[in-house]
């Protein structure tokens, strides 16, 4: 039956090729040469048709402005006969682009994908209850995400779609799913197909609650237990609201700086920021200056809590340190113990295999916490990420996003963290394929932030790196990255504490 369709005309539209199909229904491509213009073309077969088919076409009719759904555009009124067989076809607007269900199955979903899709399908279905109507097969294979567009800005950007309206007018519970039972199960394929261990901690915390929170309210039935039941507008409100606060990481203020054996402890408890820290420290003049430094010192000696609170990440979340020269960088702060717990073993012999997967694995660490900074900004400030989305896109050409363009960065730190996972040590070393690779990566992916982020420009950026110590961080592992911590460079400075002289290996490329 394919292969026979193709080549036919159908108002001067010649199909091309197969796209898919239901149970009863086909699906194809066609492009008309005069226009210069495709359409999806649905073929079904007369026989198989229901009393009430047209409702398809009403329903979509009702959704026309409605941006996230695909748009019907003829059909025919008289049978259309194919080899002794009478169809009737509809034709609507062809999208070229993937289905979640072909994400799914290739394991592409990400945890902000899957959040975008969800406030699609629920803008979708507030649009249905205000038509009277409802989908009727909400499934994965009937949610599209667009392919990249050359025509776009930015070329990074997909858009959901919503498609394929069942046309059903005698509805009972063995014939459909109901539209929130069918968004929910919808959520828990798409999050079985994620890996949940490869999750940062915020993302398991959204996933955990897309699991089962978030779920418990979709198929809630009981309308006295809140508005939100059975209501998509306040569905998709409530969802908001508790992603706003899924990141609130802020506790009771402890009784004392004894509390805490290491500033790590702290961690990102502000309140205890505000009370505990004081920036009084030796030698700070030398911290703040624009040289590479090596502050050495014993555990507890306050070098942690000294770099971490000098980062950009922190200032956004306590203001600034207010000392002289605080305002004259932008800090990142990055702790050594993720290269250990990445390369648990690197002995001398495997140095030049293990080379560019360190390297390109170090860089997605610095990566990771720039654009967790740049998150901050974007939740005050509105500016353009194509820039990034552009940068990014060069190196990991599969990637996309398809939320809104504020959005992006969420795709990104979702990219960057899959590929921290990729680029662990599995049971060897991969000297090749990393896309980070470079010892001049960092200086280059800082001047791109510098051109086009205002919060940056003039500033260079200092990088702490904590705790780059031996033996916890191996020679071997050091003298991979030393020619990156040490390259002198007026957009990148590293600052690195260790415990003494001794514990780094003083050996770069100078």
């Known amino acids: 039956m394919c292969d026979k369709f193709i080549g036919i005309s159908i108002q001067e539209y010649t199909i091309t090729d197969y796209i ?30 229901r009393d009430g088919w047209e409702n398809e076409i009403i ?7 409605q941006e996230d759904v695909v748009k019907y555009r003829t059909h025919n009124s008289e049978p259309y006969f194919f080899d002794g067989v009478a169809y009737v076809y509809i034709m609507w607007d062809y999208i070229e682009s993937d289905s979640l269900k072909s994400l799914v199955e290739s394991n592409a979903v990400s945890i902000t994908m899957l959040i975008d899709i969800i406030k699609c399908c629920l803008r979708v279905l507030h649009a249905c209850s205000k038509a009277e109507i409802i989908h009727a097969d909400m499934h994965s294979g009937n949610i599209l995400i667009q392919k990249e567009d050359s025509m776009n800005i930015d070329e990074t950007y997909r858009k959901i779609w919503i498609t394929d ?22 959520i828990q394929e798409s999050l079985n197909s994620i890996t949940y261990n490869r999750l940062s901690g915020e993302q398991k915390r959204i996933y955990s609650l897309l699991k089962s929170d978030f779920s418990r309210d979709i198929l809630e039935k009981n309308a006295i237990i809140g508005d939100h039941v059975g209501n998509a507008k306040n569905l998709l409100a409530l969802l908001e609201s508790k992603l706003a606060r899924i990141n609130d990481t802020e506790t009771k203020i402890a009784v004392g700086i004894g509390d805490f054996l290491a ?10 920021w505000k009370a505990l820290f004081v920036p009084k420290f030796i030698a700070l003049d030398e911290i703040i200056s624009r040289n590479i430094s090596v502050l050495t010192g014993l555990r507890g000696c306050g070098k942690t809590m000294l770099f971490m609170r000098m980062s950009a990440y922190f200032n956004r979340k306590l203001g600034d340190l207010n000392f002289p020269g605080s305002d004259s960088f932008i800090g990142i702060y990055l702790n050594a113990r993720s290269i ?9 012999d495997k140095k030049d295999e293990a080379r560019n997967q360190v390297i390109h694995h170090f860089n997605l660490r610095w990566c990771y916490e720039i654009l967790v900074w ?16 552009r940068y990014f896109k060069v190196h990991f050409p599969d990637y996309f996003s398809s939320g809104a363009n ?9 990219l960057i963290n899959t590929e921290i996972q990729k680029s662990r040590l599995q049971s060897s070393f991969k000297p090749d ?6 010892y001049d990566f960092l200086e280059s992916f800082v001047k791109v932030i510098k051109n086009n982020l205002p919060d940056a420009k003039d500033k260079p950026f200092y990088l702490f790196l904590d705790d780059y110590s031996t033996p916890m961080v191996k020679e071997s592992t050091q003298f991979l990255l030393n020619p990156i911590i040490f390259r002198r460079s007026p957009e990148v400075v590293f600052k690195i504490s260790t415990e003494s002289v001794e514990s780094f290996l003083p050996i770069g490329l100078n």
């Open 20 to 49: 898919g199909g239901g149970a009863i229904g086909r699906v194809y491509k066609a492009y008309n040469e005069k226009i210069a213009d495709y359409r999806a073309i649905k073929f079904i077969p007369r026989s198989a048709l």
């Open 59 to 65: 329903k979509v009719n009702k959704l026309k402005q």
């Open 165 to 186: 309206f069942s046309y059903m007018t005698q509805y009972s519970e063995k014939e459909y799913l109901h539209d929130f039972d069918a968004l929910n199960r919808v």
């Open 263 to 272: 500033a790590e402890h702290l961690g990102e408890n502000f309140e205890e």
């Open 340 to 348: 250990p717990e990445a390369f648990p073993w690197l002995p001398d």
């Open 374 to 389: 740049i998150k901050e900004i974007s939740k005050v400030e509105t500016f353009d990420m194509t820039f990034l989305n």
């Open 406 to 414: 504020s959005q992006s960065i969420y795709y990104l730190i979702d």
């Open 433 to 438: 394929s990393w896309a980070l690779s470079s």
